[in-house]
């Protein structure tokens, strides 16, 4: 099994926030409790993402390639693994 992207792993705690978020607010809109499986749920939070995933993603780029202790991966096209 190939090991997850570390930036990724990185990212997940800001995307469950943001799920978190999206949720409670759609909640607050409609004036009821709503899921996280709502479709205008995931459709908000993709536009989030979309809209703020390229700052984050070279925010903790960044934040890894600082920590000379963590294992990049390149993608499948690499071949390798390499220490930063």
Not at 32 to 57: K, L, T, W
């Given at each position: 099994m190939t090991?997850?992207?570390?930036?990724?792993?990185?990212?997940?705690?800001?995307?469950?926030?943001?799920?978190?978020?999206?949720?409670?607010?759609?909640?607050?809109?409609?004036?009821?409790?709503?899921?996280?499986?709502?479709?205008?749920?995931?459709?908000?939070?993709?536009?989030?993402?979309?809209?703020?995933?390229?700052?984050?993603?070279?925010?903790?780029?960044?934040?890894?390639?600082?920590?000379?202790?963590?294992?990049t991966w390149?993608?499948?096209?690499?071949?390798?693994?390499?220490?930063?």
């Amino acid at each position: 099994m190939t090991p997850l992207d570390p930036v990724v792993l990185k990212e997940m705690p800001l995307i469950r926030k943001i799920i978190c978020d999206e949720t409670w607010f759609e909640g607050e809109r409609r004036g009821c409790p709503v899921s996280s499986d709502d479709p205008v749920v995931r459709d908000n939070v993709c536009q989030v993402i979309f809209r703020v995933g390229a700052e984050m993603r070279r925010s903790f780029k960044a934040d890894i390639s600082a920590d000379s202790r963590v294992v990049t991966w390149s993608g499948p096209e690499s071949g390798d693994d390499q220490v930063a």
